[in-house]
């Protein structure tokens, strides 16, 4: 009781204190949520790590979900939000078909939310979870900013911002290039294709058109295994829960499962990239971190710009 009556008043005198012009009080930090909401991201972790220990592909859902949250209307929790009566949300785009993991962000919401309300934000959840789901599958450990606040906008249409699997190098660095990314960050965040899987309906013109950059072997493989239907999964490598740098690896033997993943390594403006990524699995966990702070910063609202959502699935 002490002790959050302590952080209490130690919040009031920051409030008080940040009136002032020298002082940016809504600005994203690294100790945000430290004096409102100190078990917050602790909170997080112990229901992201508890879920992914009974289903460990959910390491790759919640990676793809604070993608997709980024890359259409900026890291504002959108993706999150259900459709209405009136409004067809994100999540309902064929482009997130297999997005999974919302019960995970639900349950962190709610653990949170009974101990600091009205605080955390859905969108500083979903990029703690990414961050958290990285590290659970073997990949770097590192700290983001948290300040992020819900949007109120969510709609089908804007996930034509996404880039589609059939994207060349060219027209991924240009996507990449309109949110502030570089090409290195661009080839370094593809690497995320390291967990996850894909559906048939997401390569199947590779086959069908014996692409050159495919492997005749893996493509035999892949044909078999699609013959089941568009919605069959296929792993983009063969440590589909490991975090690593096989996914480079294999792009350099003409493994890569989509045309966006193998024109990294077609493609020389980029070739040296995924070549120094595949001999130096450190150099891509450094390069990772430091692009996923970056992409975690897109378009972020902060202050009076959007909310802290109640219940994730619902603007307030
Ligand atoms: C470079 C451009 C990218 C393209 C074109 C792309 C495209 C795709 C596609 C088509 C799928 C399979 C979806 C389906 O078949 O329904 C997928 C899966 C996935 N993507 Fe990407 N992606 C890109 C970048 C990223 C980035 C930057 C991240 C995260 C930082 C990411 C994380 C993932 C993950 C983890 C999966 C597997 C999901 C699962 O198994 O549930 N992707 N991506
Ligand atoms: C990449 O694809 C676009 C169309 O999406 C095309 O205009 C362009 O010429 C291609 N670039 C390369 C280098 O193949």
Not at 25 to 50: K, Q, S
Not at 152 to 181: C, M, V, Y
Not at 225 to 254: E, M, W
């Amino acid at each position: 009781m002490a002790v959050s009556r302590l952080l209490k008043l130690a919040f009031l005198i920051e409030v008080i204190i940040c009136g002032t012009e020298f002082c940016h009080i809504n600005a994203l930090t690294m100790d945000y949520y430290v004096m409102r909401c100190p078990f917050a991201e602790m909170m997080v972790r112990n229901i992201v790590n508890g879920a992914l220990q009974n289903d460990p592909t959910l390491s790759a859902a919640l990676l793809r979900m604070h993608f997709h949250d980024c890359f259409v209307e900026g890291c504002d929790g959108s993706v999150l939000i259900d459709s209405t009566k009136g409004n067809i949300a994100e999540k309902d785009s064929p482009a997130n078909i297999i997005l999974r993991g919302y019960e995970v962000i639900d349950q962190a919401k709610q653990a949170i939310e009974n101990q600091c309300p009205g605080v955390v934000s859905c969108a500083d959840i979903v990029a703690m979870a990414a961050r958290d789901a990285v590290l659970w599958a073997g990949g770097p450990f590192y700290d983001i900013p948290k300040g992020r606040k819900d949007g109120r906008r969510s709609k089908i249409e804007d996930t034509i911002n996404l880039p589609p699997p059939f994207f060349n190098t060219s027209d991924l660095i240009r996507t990449f290039a309109d949110r502030g990314l570089t090409v290195q960050e661009m080839v370094a965040l593809s690497g995320a294709h390291t967990l996850g899987v894909a559906r048939c309906a997401s390569f199947k013109d590779r086959l069908t058109n014996s692409d050159p950059t495919l492997d005749s072997t893996y493509a035999d493989s892949l044909s078999k295994k699609c013959s089941a239907g568009d919605d069959t999964v296929a792993p983009f490598d063969f440590t589909s829960t490991s975090f690593d740098n096989q996914y480079f690896r294999a792009l350099q033997s003409s493994g890569g499962l989509l045309t966006s993943d193998q024109t990294l390594y077609v493609s020389r403006r980029t070739r040296g990239i995924v070549d120094g990524y595949a001999m130096n699995q450190a150099m891509f966990f450094y390069d990772f971190w430091q692009a996923m702070v970056k992409m975690g910063l897109i378009s972020v609202k902060e202050g009076s710009q959007g909310e802290v959502r109640l219940n994730c699935r619902k603007i307030n």
